[in-house]
């Protein structure tokens, strides 16, 4: 145990976030950092629980959310790490489970955060906070590449689809385990949704770059610009390779069906926030007046809806409405939603905050868009209806000014045409399939999720691999 008294000398405190108003005129990362010495502190405050929740990752409540880490992140062992100023240890504890704590560090909702005991009656430890601080230690003292590479080679080649965080750790963990990975993207630039979906402000893209880089540094093959079953078939790779993971996310996008839907101007939130960070690459972290003068309609109340929030106020837009089909969560935890479930309470996002400061309250509740009008091809104006259980409310119906519209609606799956072109019928738990030469993880396995399972999926399918070709490669780690 780290301090035994830590919990009651030392306050929760939270990597502080720039102010509002000095925060929206760039793309640059929200978060600061603490000292190392208030790091420590925060460290000192993990009790060492002899049930620790925090890394439990366990659906109570009847599944609808896990509470404590999914990935069974070893938390209380990392944490006292931390508060003795044993850094390296830290990393290697962290590492074990985790190939991207660069990544979760930063963007993880932290459901270990609430299902902390501490969070029973008070602010549970700022695990995400010291995770960060390990990784990063980790890359300044330059022990990431050596974490990664394998002490022989098994002349086993793997194919792995996709560079999601899913794809990234299949990846890294077979390459550890001393096979030799390809990694097939078909963006420009590797990282799924950690390049080209959360926003810069969020994830530096600096970060992301980083983090390709160690893959190429470790032995990993990495093919950018190569859509697998058009640039290069299903067929050909099934020759190539000994076993092929397909980590290619969920990527059908949910959309609205709805009268003036084909007008220019309406995106989906995936594409919207892709160009934002191509612009941000391109150009640099300075806002920009892209949506200079315009009136921004989002639909969609989650996550992906307040990342387009956050970046339609660095574009320069006019204003913004927010709708969101459901009604708004309760403020506190109802009895049926206790500790150590996921709280199910009403959130107000970065970009919501952002808002607000600018523009007052955006969001509406129970509402939806029924029509969309324009001029000359390009929207104008939508109407937005009230709306009972998802259905339209009539009488409720108004017009908004709405120049741009983003739909940020979720994502229904997987795209199937690649799983048809495998001749994929069976996506088992286990990551295996209905061919014993192809598995699959991550979010075309489960759906959308979060970074964190996409890790773990990738970490697990990686050794359900190894298990199958039966190599001395798991003696090691
Ligand atoms: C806007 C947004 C914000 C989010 N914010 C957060 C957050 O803050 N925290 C969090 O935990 N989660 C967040 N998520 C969810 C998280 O990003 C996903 O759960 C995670 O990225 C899924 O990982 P994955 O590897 O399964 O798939 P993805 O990240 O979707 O990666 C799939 C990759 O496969 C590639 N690909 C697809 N088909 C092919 C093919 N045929 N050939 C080659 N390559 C192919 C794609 O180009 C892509 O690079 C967010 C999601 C979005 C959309
Ligand atoms: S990955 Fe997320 S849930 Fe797991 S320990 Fe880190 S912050 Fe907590």
Partial sequence: MADPRGFLKYPRKDNPMRPIMQRVKDFNAMELDLSDADRRQQAARCMNCGIPFCHHGVFFGGG??????????????????????QDRRAFERLSRTNML?????????????????????????????NEKFIIEQAFKNGWVVDSGKPLHRTGKKIAVIGSGPAGISAAWRLNQLGHSVTLFERDDRFGGFLMYGIPNMKLPKEIVERRIKTLSQVGIELVPNTEVGKDISADELKQQFDRIVIC???????????????????????????????????????????????????????????????????????????????PPLPKERTPQNQWPEWPMVLKTGYGQKEAKALFGDITEYSATATAFFGKNGHVTEAQISQVDHFKPIAGTEKKIKADVVVLAMGFTGAEQWLFDQFGITTKNANYTTNDNQIYVAGDCRRGPSLVIWGIHEGRMCAEKIDASLQTLASAKL
Avoid at 64 to 85: F, K, T
Avoid at 102 to 127: F, H, K, W, Y
Avoid at 274 to 295: F, I, P, S, W, Y
Wanted: include cysteine; charge should be neutral; glycine fraction near 12%.
């Fill in 64 to 85: 609808r959310a896990v509470s404590g880490c999914p990935n069974d992140n070893l938390i209380p062992e990392w944490n006292d790490l931390v508060y003795r100023d």
């Fill in 101 to 129: 704590p660069d990544m979760t560090g930063r963007v993880c909702p932290a459901p270990c955060e609430v299902s902390c005991v501490q969070a029973l009656n008070g602010p549970g430890i700022t695990i995400r906070n």
């Fill in 248 to 326: 290619t996310g969920a990527r059908q996008a949910r959309d609205l069906n709805v009268a003036g839907r084909d007008l220019n101007g309406i995106y989906q939130a995936a594409d919207f926030l892709k160009l934002a960070t191509k612009e941000v690459l391109k150009d640099g972290t300075q806002a920009n007046d892209r949506l200079k003068g315009k009136h921004v309609l989002v639909l969609g109340g989650g996550d992906t809806g307040n990342d387009c929030i956050g970046t339609a106020i660095r574009q320069g837009c006019a204003g913004i409405t927010q709708l969101e089909i459901t």
